[in-house]
């Protein structure tokens, strides 16, 4: 089916619904919409593959709220981080309201009494982060004995931050005869476990290989010395006019790269784990607005940031894991749009960078800043090819002046020509 000319008609979409997709402007399903969206509709279970930012929320949220309102039971949907989950209910919300079905959040960092106020009004979906939810169920405050269609969203992340025990005890008290969707960015073994123990002949919607990198994304990776990390990174921020998110592997580490934004002049936010839930809706309300142009965010946010028409994702550090890297460069090159990722490398590091090589399966151009010394990938790194000496020079280096506008599509101020770049040969 050409999705381009059927938009969402002919997926089993119910008349009120496709009105309000209407009415919001969504007219071209994205791919895992388009194959999802009928396989749910009829109940069956479904396990899929697919990266941040393809409208996996609208997937299963479409054929839930349309078979909720066919029949009896509830909704459960859980997801590893706050931010995720807030995300999903503002998606969502303006579906259900059309079919006049309610629904409740609970996460930590918000009032228990305000979450069980919300109780009192009989939602039938319910969206949760394993920890919160487990405390209601503790508490007694919620129950799941009628929970008809259960969603796992972002489900490696959930193991990666540590849910599976939760996820296991929260399972045993929804009923088994249930629809169960399964959405996820790569299949670790422990989800195959879940899915087999706990999924009726799951059906299979995968929309990119796993592990590929974002395909309208270009990557660039500069070696640095530590200690010149903060001046390479004003000079790029200054290359950049929109909305650009900074990775960094520590919440520290968050708090000092704001900083030095700060006092360079550039309007900046922080988000992870040490920042409350208010501080964190405010920064990504101001992040969203413009009130500042640059997110700077530990990987609790590598998920779960939903905005559109980010420019630049640049990883002030490389993630611990290699894989959170293609969550990271995910948050721009959305829906379609192009986007640009830029790394910062010490020269210890090259055998994590042919990690991520190994899993985006391509090659990251190596590329050096005209005002700021380079340095080169020592020991292991991923071949003598692939260095830039900054002063030092040597053989095996190529590099070339781009005539062109530079990845991303924005010229930097002063002549794109001063980027020198170099791919291995």
Do not use: W
Not at 105 to 123: K, Y
Not at 206 to 213: I, K, R
Not at 280 to 303: C, M, N, Q, S
Not at 400 to 407: A, F, N, T
């Amino acid at each position: 089916m050409n999705t381009t000319t059927n938009g969402f008609y002919g997926l089993g979409i119910a008349p009120a619904l496709l009105e309000k997709i209407e009415k919001l402007g969504f007219t071209t399903p994205t791919p895992i919409q388009h194959q999802s969206i009928p396989i749910a509709i009829e109940g069956k279970d479904i396990i899929g593959i697919a990266q941040t930012g393809t409208g996996k929320t609208l997937a299963f949220g479409l054929p839930m709220i349309q078979r909720l309102a066919q029949i009896k039971g509830g909704g459960l949907v859980l997801l590893p981080t706050r931010e995720l989950a807030l995300q999903v209910y503002d998606s969502l919300l303006p579906f259900a309201q059309a079919f006049g079905i309610g629904m409740a959040v609970f996460i930590g960092g918000e009032s228990m009494h305000h979450q069980i106020a919300a109780l009192r009004r009989s939602p039938r979906i319910l969206i949760a982060t394993p920890g919160r939810l487990l405390d209601h169920m503790e508490r007694r405050t919620i129950r799941l004995d009628k929970v008809c269609t259960l969603v796992l969203d972002e489900a490696d992340r959930m193991l990666d931050m540590g849910f599976a025990p939760q996820i296991r005890q929260i399972l045993k008290t929804i009923p088994k005869d249930r629809q169960t969707m399964l959405f996820s960015a790569t299949m670790p073994a422990e989800i195959v476990k879940i899915a087999t123990q706990e999924m009726k002949l799951p059906l299979r919607v995968e929309v990119a290989p796993e592990g590929t990198a974002a395909e309208r994304v270009t990557q660039e990776i500069f070696i640095v010395k530590k200690g010149y990390k903060p001046r390479l990174l004003v000079k790029i921020i200054q290359e950049y006019k929109g909305s650009i998110i900074i990775f960094t592997r520590t919440k520290r580490g968050a708090h000092v790269v704001k900083a030095v934004l700060m006092d360079s002049g550039c309007p900046a936010a922080e988000i992870h784990s040490n920042r409350s839930l208010g501080q964190r809706k405010e920064a990504l309300a101001g992040f969203k607005t413009g009130k500042y142009r640059v997110l700077v965010a530990t990987d609790i946010a590598a998920r779960g940031i939903d905005v559109s028409g980010i420019e630049l994702v640049l990883n002030y550090d490389l993630p611990d894991d290699s894989d959170n890297y293609i969550h990271r460069i995910g948050r721009t090159g959305r829906a379609g749009k192009e986007g640009h990722a830029i790394s910062f490398a010490t020269s210890d590091q090259g055998r994590d960078v042919k990690d991520i090589e190994r899993i985006i399966k391509t090659e990251i151009k190596l590329s050096q800043h005209p005002e700021v010394p380079g340095d080169q990938f020592v020991g292991n790194g991923p071949s003598s090819t692939r260095r830039f000496g900054g002063n030092r020079g040597g053989g095996g280096q190529s590099s070339h002046r781009p005539s062109g506008p530079r990845p991303g599509g924005h010229r930097p101020a002063g002549g794109s020509a001063h980027r020198h770049s170099q791919h291995r040969r």
